[in-house]
């Protein structure tokens, strides 16, 4: 769930909570401007940066939505602090706070993000909700699909499906291929390697993808292109197939594990990894 949706939810049930907006930056800073923070009296949501900042960021949010219970709405104010000499803080830049209550200006103010990416993921099984459990907090647009509703119960049982997260069983999986939005990405590991060929293949015949991962060996890519190439795929559309699936480097064949370097990989193509 995106932090604007948590603000929307609270907001709909009249939680009181602060906004606290890093407003502008000069220098090496945690965050970049435009980053915001939820804090309520007994919860917070999002980040600033943490460290020193972000505890006196969150003590000052709470002192004012003290003085709000007993006062009433105090106009939206800001903050400038210098993180070497006021916090100790090695970045060395200086951040400027804004605090104003969670109310629909502030709401308002709060533009709708870009989402990272759109992603259609085939397979709901153990690295499936792997995935999904990691997307839940991304801001990104997910279509998760299979053909077997006990594999998204068994998602269910465990934790909601984030909102952003779409969950499609169809009998014709492959067919939801030309429903992404051109320049999407696509995660395929189902349970059949024929469905994975059928998936696979039309995703490539598309041509306009952003990322196309298959989860398999080198010996299942080496006999998946020689189908391709029997069925007339362009050698230009095959050579851009990610399989296997996964960030170099990252070693192991838990479900946990294979999820983690896939989406890190998944963020790499798309030029997502903040820096």
Do not use: N
């Not at 932090?3 to 220098?27: F, M, N, Q, Y």
């Not at 989402?115 to 690295?127: D, E, K, N, S, T």
């Not at 647009?141 to 984030?162: C, K, M, N, S, T």
């Not at 296997?244 to 999820?259: D, N, S, Y």
């Amino acid at each position: 769930m995106t932090l604007r949706t948590h603000a929307l939810r609270w907001l709909d049930a009249s939680r009181p909570a602060i906004v606290v907006e890093v407003a502008a930056t000069r220098g090496s800073v945690p965050r970049e401007a435009g980053t915001r923070m939820l804090v309520a009296a007994d919860s917070v949501r999002g980040t600033i940066g943490g460290g020193h900042l972000e505890w006196q960021a969150i003590a000052q949010a709470r002192e004012r939505l003290a003085r709000c219970t007993t006062r009433g709405d105090e106009p939206p104010r800001e903050q400038t602090l210098a993180l070497g000499p006021s916090l100790g803080q090695c970045c060395g830049g200086e951040v400027t706070l804004r605090y104003a209550p969670l109310d629909a200006a502030s709401l308002a103010a709060w533009p709708e993000t870009v989402p990272r990416f759109h992603l259609q993921l085939y397979g709901a099984g153990h690295v499936g909700r792997a995935i999904v459990a990691l997307l839940a907090s991304i801001d990104c647009r997910v279509q998760w699909i299979d053909e077997r509703e006990a594999e998204f119960d068994a998602f269910a049982a465990l934790a909601p499906l984030p909102p952003h997260v779409q969950a499609l069983c169809v009998d014709a999986v492959e067919a939801e291929v030309s429903q992404a939005p051109p320049g999407a990405c696509y995660l395929v590991l189902t349970h059949e390697h024929d469905l994975d060929l059928r998936i696979t293949e039309a995703v490539l015949r598309r041509g306009d993808f952003a990322y196309c991962g298959l989860i398999g060996s080198r010996t299942k890519r080496a006999r998946f292109v020689h189908r391709f190439q029997e069925r007339g795929v362009s050698d230009a559309a095959i050579a851009r197939l990610t399989c296997p699936i996964g960030l170099p480097g990252i070693t192991g064949k838990e479900p946990a594990v294979l999820a983690i370097a896939a989406v890190a990989q998944l963020l790499q193509a798309t030029g997502s990894v903040v820096g």
